[in-house]
């Protein structure tokens, strides 16, 4: 079994920082690309950024500057630094792991976590 799980929303005043954080877990042969998507209420889910297995980062034009994507490959884990929140980044976070669970190069696909809220207010 693989899950995807994220962690680290809340409540965070306008101007403040926030860092999201998403560990995939159970039988994972290889850990592909892995990234963020946002939706909010009445939208279509937008993608944030993504990371590759070896770090190379992708950020839609609207997001880079003030977020961040990193990852940690020991911990499976991968990262999103919010800076300079705005009410409009009011939205449910979205992880997707793109993971292989054995040798098969068919034992392959996305896996998505369930979300994590981000809410910025004051």
């Known amino acids: 079994q693989v899950q995807v799980v994220e962690s680290g929303g809340g409540l965070v005043q306008p101007g403040g920082s926030l860092t999201l954080s998403c560990e995939a877990s159970g039988t994972i042969f290889r850990l592909h690309d892995m990234g963020w998507y946002r939706q909010a209420p009445g939208k279509d889910r937008d993608l944030i950024a993504t990371?590759?297995?070896?770090?190379?980062?992708t950020y839609a034009d609207s997001m880079e500057g003030r977020f961040a994507i990193s990852r940690d490959n020991g911990q499976k884990t991968v990262y999103l630094q919010m800076n300079s929140l705005k009410p409009d980044d009011t939205a449910l976070y979205y992880c997707v792991a793109d993971i292989q669970w054995a040798s098969h190069p068919s034992t392959r696909k996305h896996f998505w976590g369930q979300g994590t809220q981000v809410t910025v207010s004051s």
């Open positions: 990371i590759t297995s070896g770090g190379v980062t």
